[in-house]
């Protein structure tokens, strides 16, 4: 009886050793973020280990012409894996293999280090920049999420007019009267662009300013006219002024997916008619466009 559990403790402990040197293969494709084309001669490694396709002994230097790669004998586990090429925004993406899966197979994606900052559309050979023409008429808001002026002067900070002086000869105007200001000059005014129209169905990626360490949050919301009386929060308005105000009431999360460092996709349907979306950080507003969705 003892001989026989000394032979199960030992096969117990050669199975536990054979379980924690259980290996596997970790491959894939690296290709461009806009285009989804394969990318030539990328560089992949796996974070603090030996796996690199920079070794001497990598041996699948011909298929990284295709932008191909693969690491053979890699212990089960969870690993940070990188991309990058020069002139190109890398990426990091998590994987984790185990026991009963210890493969794994997955697509890299980098981008443009030419790539500003903004929203886009995924084209067959480059992206479109979705422009930002509202950004002038727009207004720090807190509370009330995002405002838009409904015309923005062309001359800020003109000459103001003189008072006029007495007609009568002789005497002195009254003291103490200030002269009215000015009423703005409508021919001056440049009105808010009308929204750009879309789909209800949204694809475009967002390149983001800076590294981001908080999640990015995306949200669209109705466009409505409002009176800035309602939105004192909103700064950037004058007097009577009304403006365009997102409904923060209405929101509509859309989804954020991490693509590559500071680039995200951004999926998701829209409602129909006039949309504030915003893109936040730490319940920062980062950037909002102004679309109609027909």
Same mark, same amino acid.
């Given at each position: 009886?003892?001989?026989?559990?000394?032979?199960?403790? &030992?096969?117990?402990?050669?199975?536990?050793?054979?379980?924690?040197?259980?290996? /596997?293969?970790?491959?894939?494709e690296?290709? %461009?973020?806009?285009?989804? @084309?394969?990318?030539?001669?990328?560089?992949?490694?796996?974070?603090?280990?030996?796996?690199?396709t920079?070794?001497?002994? $990598?041996?699948?230097?011909?298929?990284?012409?295709?932008?191909?790669?693969?690491?053979?004998?890699?212990?089960?586990?969870?690993?940070?894996?990188?991309?990058?090429?020069?002139?190109?925004?890398?990426?990091?993406?998590?994987?984790?293999?185990?026991?009963?899966?210890?493969?794994?197979?997955?697509?890299?994606?980098?981008?443009? %280090?030419?790539?500003?900052?903004?929203?886009?559309?995924?084209?067959?050979?480059?992206?479109?920049?979705?422009?930002?023409?509202?950004?002038?008429?727009?207004?720090?808001?807190?509370?009330?999420?995002? /405002? $838009?002026?409904?015309?923005f002067?062309?001359? &800020?900070?003109?000459?103001?007019?003189?008072?006029?002086?007495?007609?009568?000869? /002789?005497? @002195?105007?009254?003291? /103490?009267?200030?002269?009215?200001?000015?009423?703005?000059?409508?021919?001056?005014?440049?009105?808010?662009?009308?929204?750009?129209?879309? %789909?209800?169905?949204?694809?475009?990626?967002?390149?983001?300013?800076?590294?981001v360490?908080?999640?990015?949050?995306?949200?669209? $919301?109705?466009?409505?006219?409002?009176?800035?009386? %309602?939105?004192?929060?909103?700064?950037?308005?004058?007097?009577?002024?009304?403006?365009?105000?997102?409904?923060?009431?209405?929101?509509?999360?859309?989804?954020?997916?991490?693509i590559?460092?500071?680039?995200?996709?951004?999926?998701?349907?829209?409602?129909?008619?006039?949309?504030?979306?915003?893109?936040?950080?730490?319940?920062?507003?980062?950037?909002?466009? $102004?679309?109609?969705?027909k």
């Open positions: 009886m003892k001989k026989l559990l000394t032979i199960c403790a &030992a096969a117990l402990v050669a199975f536990a050793m054979t379980g924690c040197e259980k290996t /596997g293969t970790i491959e894939g690296v290709c %461009d973020a806009f285009t989804g @084309k394969a990318l030539e001669m990328p560089t992949i490694w796996i974070d603090s280990t030996i796996y690199s920079l070794k001497d002994k $990598y041996k699948y230097k011909q298929e990284l012409r295709k932008g191909q790669f693969k690491f053979e004998k890699v212990p089960v586990g969870t690993y940070k894996v990188l991309a990058g090429r020069a002139k190109y925004i890398k990426s990091r993406n998590m994987v984790t293999t185990t026991e009963e899966n210890p493969n794994a197979k997955l697509t890299l994606y980098i981008y443009s %280090d030419q790539v500003d900052p903004g929203l886009y559309i995924s084209g067959e050979d480059a992206p479109t920049k979705i422009s930002n023409q509202w950004v002038i008429w727009s207004t720090q808001c807190e509370s009330s999420v995002a /405002g $838009y002026r409904l015309a002067p062309q001359q &800020a900070g003109g000459a103001k007019v003189p008072p006029k002086a007495d007609k009568k000869k /002789g005497k @002195k105007a009254k003291k /103490g009267k200030k002269a009215a200001a000015p009423a703005a000059d409508a021919s001056k005014m440049t009105p808010l662009p009308e929204p750009r129209v879309v %789909d209800g169905k949204l694809e475009v990626f967002y390149r983001n300013a800076s590294s360490t908080t999640p990015l949050i995306a949200k669209t $919301y109705p466009a409505v006219i409002g009176k800035v009386a %309602d939105h004192k929060d909103c700064k950037g308005f004058e007097g009577d002024e009304k403006g365009v105000f997102a409904d923060k009431n209405k929101a509509t999360d859309l989804t954020v997916t991490y590559a460092e500071n680039l995200f996709k951004i999926t998701g349907n829209l409602p129909k008619g006039k949309q504030i979306i915003q893109f936040s950080q730490d319940g920062k507003t980062l950037q909002t466009y $102004y679309f109609e969705v």
